[in-house]
């Protein structure tokens, strides 16, 4: 080989190195990830339990992952507002959603999502599990779950419980009680929890099955009273407050949770990054004193712990929403 050829031969050389490695440094890498602000898409109205929940755990992820993470209100439609907005947005790590009991009742509840909820999202955490809290105004005169079977078996259909939107844990709890206690309540649905206290403090609705994190500060302060609660066993955060099934109706048993998810498609680099900021939000003493407080049974496992336990909730609630003929108006 003549010195020309060798020569032309070594800078060929040069060139597809270089060109490689330009091409390594160009593929996109999620090592940087998040290189932006994230959101969490929070379905209900500002105010509520699931606003709290997702603010706390969005400061705490914040100062693991140095970027900002901001909470978005989109409520509306029985949370599929905001869920779709998470279903269609980018797969990049940097929209997320707070779901809760109503994502794993849509689907039997409507049937034409405009998302498909099995295959739309991609788990990254069970926050945790906590029982909902029958209350009423302190001036009710419903002092007991026995009080409220009474009044409602004297007056069909007179007495109403608010909910943050129909298909929420709120709604399901009271069909739940409806259906085991024999009575006829009225449902009153809201765009959140917060428009459902502020409606429940003022008068105009009768009691709520409201979410443990969206009611513990009214019950401390006293502008509301609690007469049960939704879980099979006791709450810690709520010691003296009985069971509903000890107040009369046996067998019943309803909780509410919190789990973060991304959309389909979000890469395992993302997902595992924001897996772990999740963890260390949890851990830290501000999160867990609200949780303590609110009576929030911490999960914060991998993501196929969210995943698991959803699809459970979904076969038990589409039984029930079936077999009480619940709809979505």
């Known amino acids: 080989m003549n010195t020309l050829m060798k020569s032309f031969f070594r800078n060929l050389g040069v060139t597809i190195t270089l060109v490689a490695v330009s091409g390594v440094a160009a593929s996109p890498s999620f090592a940087a990830y998040p290189e932006r602000v994230v959101r969490i898409i929070v379905p209900f109205a500002p105010g509520g339990?699931?606003?709290?929940?997702?603010?706390?755990?969005?400061?705490?992820?914040?100062?693991?992952?140095?970027?900002?993470?901001?909470?978005?209100?989109?409520?509306g439609a029985g949370t599929i507002i905001g869920t779709e907005a998470v279903a269609k947005s980018p797969a990049g790590g940097y929209t997320l959603l707070i779901a809760t009991f109503a994502h794993a009742v849509n689907p039997s509840l409507q049937p034409k999502l405009p998302y498909a909820?099995?295959?739309?999202?991609?788990?990254?955490?069970?926050?945790?599990?906590?029982?909902?809290?029958?209350?009423?105004?302190?001036?009710s005169p419903y002092k007991s779950v026995k009080d409220v079977i009474t009044a409602a078996k004297a007056a069909p259909g007179k007495l109403n419980f608010a909910s943050?939107?129909?298909?929420?844990?709120?709604?399901?709890?009271?069909?739940?009680?409806?259906?085991?206690?024999?009575?006829?309540?009225?449902?009153?649905?809201?765009?959140?929890?917060?428009?459902?206290?502020?409606?429940?403090?003022?008068?105009?609705?009768?009691?709520?099955?409201?979410?443990?994190?969206?009611?513990?500060?009214?019950?401390?302060?006293?502008?509301?009273?609690?007469?049960g609660v939704t879980t099979a066993q006791r709450s810690p955060a709520h010691p003296n407050v009985p069971t509903i099934a000890e107040g009369g109706v046996p067998g019943y048993a309803a909780e509410?949770?919190?789990?973060?998810y991304a959309p389909a498609g979000t890469p395992a680099e993302a997902i595992g990054k924001l897996n772990a900021a999740a963890k260390k939000a949890i851990a830290t003493d501000t999160f867990r004193k609200r949780a303590e407080d609110e009576g929030l049974i911490i999960s914060a496992g991998d993501p196929a712990e969210l995943s698991s336990y959803v699809r459970a909730e979904e076969m038990r609630w589409t039984r029930i929403v079936k077999e009480n003929g619940i709809t979505a108006e």
């Open 49 to 75: 339990g699931t606003d709290l929940i997702a603010r706390s755990l969005g400061t705490g992820m914040s100062q693991v992952l140095g970027q900002s993470v901001i909470v978005e209100n989109k409520p």
């Open 256 to 260: 509410s949770w919190y789990g973060l």
């Open 117 to 139: 909820t099995d295959k739309a999202f991609a788990p990254v955490i069970l926050v945790g599990r906590s029982p909902n809290i029958l209350v009423v105004k302190p001036d």
């Open 164 to 227: 943050q939107g129909n298909g929420t844990s709120a709604h399901l709890a009271g069909e739940l009680f409806k259906n085991m206690a024999k009575v006829s309540l009225t449902h009153v649905p809201y765009r959140g929890a917060g428009p459902a206290i502020t409606d429940l403090l003022g008068g105009q609705v009768d009691m709520m099955f409201a979410t443990a994190a969206a009611v513990t500060p009214f019950l401390q302060s006293g502008k509301l009273r609690a007469i």
